[in-house]
């Protein structure tokens, strides 16, 4: 089993000043944590971080310094209430290149460890010995499984990895990489190689990803649309044909024949699906970073509440164009609104909307009867490459410079492109206090992991009254009881 | 495709219900993580034909990301004359209902209840 940490870089800016001080001494901070596992891996997904004070981390009787036993209680019962995991950090303030647990660290997890995992209720406990750019640690799944931390990554606008030592990449990079390895290094190179990323929705947009991350050379692209090709697609998807078009082709599998012929190394998972059901949805928590560039609102909501759930970076783009029912143009936009943390989220930002959400939610006979006022009157709204482009190059450019550790501050603020004047608009997108998705309010999904709720449909059943066949008469079953 | 499971969040909304309104709830999965809710005797304004009706709505797979909309009533409770702007004669489910297009404009998700909902929509009926 491989065990990760993912803190964002919000947590580890709090955290490392408090680990790392002047005096030069240990210092400690417990996080509670969710948690994602899978066949072979277990992701731990820092909540929440408390620093410890000197009475909570007191010279031990066993080590140089241990966590003080009612501290451990405390925040241990913490944990347990919310169903989540506990893992305590302590810096080894001498480590600057490498880091070790020390042979006391490792005494000090089992003789508390166990009963750390009766208070929690069975979550996981973790150790981590702190150096300032590596981490090193042990997580405890059960009393008896015990695995050694692979490495902690930090989510954010420059994200980086630390490990118990550093692993430099592959100094040779290969001949075709040379002019961007230029800018950000082998080692860039080789995180680009070693990430897995999904984009949602293939169209327009997301093929023009799709072909800029085979390109750059990431490791594994994920690739998740529901739709065919159709003619009308034929000014847009990248890699599509005429012939795509007249076989109703999968979007999904242009975009891996494009990936096979830019570069046969890139692997494609394509997923014939929607995002919006639970089992397409569960792509996603095993990838490092997502691109949601579909249309939906119920594919937002889906990919927002993921990505806070299981602290993973992302980015959504569109490109609108309103026309009114005339024909004529109202107004042109491109919208680029990362999802990185500390910004807040698309539900944060009013990005997610509520009226389209319910009528993406409705049958069609329910969608009609609900448009009594006659809103919604079917118009289809241009779409246009150029737009796609800018888009797809913004947001894919979030994705390699938050990743190769580039990123500056302001990275994750939102972009709204106004091609017809040329305008750029950066947003800085507040927090609300007791968003479900983003903020640390009680009822927060915010990185629940596993223990999430999420907004997921049960089964790929498509959204027509067809599928109340069964249910309509279970539903008059329904009336007449009442 | 269909399947009797409910999401964890829509069991404990109906659970709610089920407390607040003992003996009157009856439900049904939707085959997509949601259910079919049907609360029964609501009380309907002085003056319409019938003194009662079940109130019908649907909880969302997807709640509480959004809220419940819209509520039904049985057909035969419509008042006599032109409908009111929020209620409409719809076809619903393979039936003929009324439809009461109350939205909630400021829904907070994990924070508004779906007791508060349906408080806000009984509420509603009670004041025509």
Redesign the interface.
């Known amino acids: 089993v491989i065990a990760t940490l993912r803190m964002t870089a919000e947590q580890i800016a709090d955290v490392r000043p408090h680990l790392f001080r002047e005096d030069r001494d240990e210092h400690a901070a417990v996080l509670l944590v969710g948690s994602h596992r899978t066949t072979g891996q277990v992701t731990l997904l820092a909540r929440e971080s408390h620093l410890l004070c000197e009475e909570d981390f007191p010279p031990g009787e066993h080590g140089y310094r241990q966590i003080a036993p009612a501290a451990l209680a405390r925040l241990g019962n913490r944990a347990f209430a919310q169903g989540l995991g506990l893992v305590s950090l302590h810096s080894h303030p001498g480590a600057t290149g490498q880091v070790a647990l020390s042979g006391d660290d490792l005494q000090g997890h089992r003789r508390v460890f166990g009963h750390l995992l009766d208070i929690v209720g069975g979550s996981p406990v973790g150790g981590i010995a702190m150096g300032t750019s590596s981490a090193d640690g042990e997580v405890w799944l059960g009393p008896r499984e015990i695995v050694r931390l692979d490495r902690l990554d930090v989510v954010g606008e420059r994200s980086e990895s630390l490990r118990a030592r550093p692993v430099h990449g592959a100094v040779g990079a290969a001949e075709r990489y040379d002019r961007q390895v230029r800018m950000f290094g082998a080692q860039g190179q080789a995180v680009l190689r070693g990430m897995r990323v999904a984009v949602v929705g293939v169209g327009g947009g997301g093929s023009l990803v799709v072909e800029q991350l085979a390109h750059l050379g990431v490791g594994e692209i994920v690739a998740i649309d529901f739709d065919r090709v159709a003619e009308h697609n034929l000014s847009r998807i990248v890699g599509a044909s005429s012939r795509d078009a007249r076989r109703g082709v999968k979007k999904v599998d242009v975009a891996r024949r494009l990936v096979s012929r830019i570069d046969p190394s890139v692997r494609l998972t394509a997923v014939d699906g929607d995002v919006v059901d639970q089992h397409v949805a569960e792509f996603l928590m095993d990838v490092d970073f997502i691109v949601l560039a579909s249309d939906s609102h119920m594919s937002r909501l889906v990919v927002n509440a993921v990505a806070h759930a299981y602290l993973i970076p992302a980015v959504q783009i569109g490109a609108k164009v309103d026309a009114r029912a005339d024909g004529s143009i109202e107004q042109i936009y491109c919208a680029i609104r990362p999802i990185l943390p500390p910004q807040g989220c698309l539900h944060c930002a009013g990005a997610i909307d509520q009226l389209a959400l319910q009528r993406e939610t409705a049958t069609e006979q329910e969608r009609i009867a609900q448009d009594y006022l006659g809103q919604h009157s079917g118009v289809i709204d241009p779409s246009v490459i150029t737009l796609n482009a800018v888009t797809a190059a913004a947001a894919t450019n979030v994705l390699l410079f938050s990743a190769v550790g580039l990123g500056q501050e302001g990275l994750g603020r939102h972009q709204i492109h106004t091609p017809a004047d040329g305008g750029w608009l950066k947003l800085r997108v507040e927090r609300q206090e007791d968003c479900r998705w983003c903020s640390l309010a009680a009822h927060s999904q915010f990185a629940r992991g596993d223990g999430a709720s999420l907004p997921l449909r049960r089964v790929a059943a498509p959204l027509s009254d067809s599928r109340f066949g069964g249910p309509r008469r279970a539903w008059r079953r329904l009336l007449a009881r009442v | 495709?269909?399947?009797t499971?409910i999401?964890?969040?829509v069991a404990r909304a109906l659970g709610e219900l089920q407390e607040a309104f003992p003996g009157?709830v009856?439900?049904?999965?939707?085959?997509?993580?949601g259910a079919?809710v049907?609360?029964?005797a609501v009380r309907l304004p002085a003056g319409w034909p019938v003194a009662h009706s079940?109130l019908?709505f649907v909880i969302?797979?997807?709640f509480?990301?959004?809220?419940i909309?819209?509520y039904y009533i049985a057909a035969e409770a419509a008042p006599g004359g032109a409908l009111a702007g929020a209620l409409?004669r719809?076809?619903?489910?393979?039936?003929s209902v009324l439809?009461l297009?109350l939205?909630h404009n400021r829904?907070?998700?994990?924070?508004d209840t779906v007791l508060g909902s349906v408080l806000q929509a009984m509420d509603w009926l009670a004041s025509r």
């Open positions: 495709v269909n399947t499971t999401a964890a969040e009157r009856a439900s049904e999965p939707d085959g997509l993580g079919l049907s609360i029964a079940a019908m969302p797979f997807n509480p990301a959004i809220p909309y819209p409409q719809v076809e619903w489910r393979g039936q439809q297009s939205r829904w907070r998700p994990g924070l």
